[in-house]
T-cell receptor, first 112, second 111 residues
Framework: EAQVTQNPRYLITVTGKKLTVTCSQN?????MSWYRQDPGLGLRQIYY???????DKGDVPEGYKVSRKEKRNFPLILESPSPNQTSLYFC???????????FGPGTRLTVT | GQNIDQPTEMTATEGAIVQINCTYQ??????LFWYQQHAGEAPTFLSY????GLEEKGRFSSFLSRSKGYSYLLLKELQMKDSASYLC????????????FGAGTRLAVHP
């Protein structure tokens, strides 16, 4: 089954404790992206990757890091989480260009 | 600037027709996507328009006018399961790599 998986699905953590949210896709997609979704603001792009070792900033990259060492994986790293990073996070992948994006199930992160 | 506007909430009756509008001001590309998102779930793709006009796909149709920066999603024969948020998205300055999403329209379908 074609899918995008994310782990963990739910996470409660404290300010400053580094965390990683994993994302993996099994569709051999070149393009992957991370979004955060906050009430009233819609989906905002954090980072995206067009291929292995090729990443670039989205609209809200501050406080986040990503890496793309393998085609299937695109982890999101929060080196020092802060309460304003409490949000619902979605990973997505696509064959690129004007093709549809496939979204993972989401990770609900709470930073206290 | 880059901006996408859509109504925050709409309500409709089961079996009826509803039109969800989206206006956009983005640079460069002119295609537009619609996604459906049920509460607590991931967005799923509904449609993509790159040419002007109406594209029909079962009960759902999507319209695009590139010159007016306007699109709408038409849902016919509404069912309770159509209660969801509907997101429109268009390429931003970075093209299709950097989609700009609207805040979404939350549709409530009542019996």
């Amino acid at each position: 089954e074609a899918q995008v998986t994310q782990n963990p699905r739910y996470l409660i953590t404290v300010t400053g404790k580094k965390l990683t949210v994993t994302c993996s896709q099994n569709m051999n997609h070149e393009y992957m992206s991370w979004y955060r979704q906050d009430p009233g603001l819609g989906l905002r792009q954090i980072y995206y990757s067009m291929n292995v070792e090729v990443t670039d900033k989205g609209d809200v990259p501050e406080g986040y890091k990503v890496s793309r060492k393998e085609k299937r994986n695109f982890p999101l790293i929060l080196e020092s989480p802060s309460p304003n990073q409490t949000s619902l996070y979605f990973c997505a992948s696509s064959a690129g260009g004007s093709n549809e994006q496939y979204f993972g199930p989401g990770t609900r992160l709470t930073v206290t | 600037g880059q901006n996408i506007d859509q109504p925050t909430e709409m309500t409709a009756t089961e079996g009826a027709i509803v039109q969800i509008n989206c206006t956009y001001q983005t640079s460069g590309f002119n295609g537009l996507f619609w996604y459906q998102q049920h509460a607590g779930e991931a967005p799923t793709f509904l449609s993509y328009n790159v040419l002007d006009g109406l594209e029909e796909k079962g009960r759902f149709s999507s319209f695009l006018s590139r010159s007016k920066g306007y699109s709408y999603l038409l849902l016919k024969e509404l069912q309770m399961k159509d209660s969801a948020s509907y997101l429109c998205a268009a390429p931003g300055l970075g093209g299709y790599n950097k989609l700009i999403f609207g805040a979404g329209t939350r549709l409530a379908v009542h019996p």
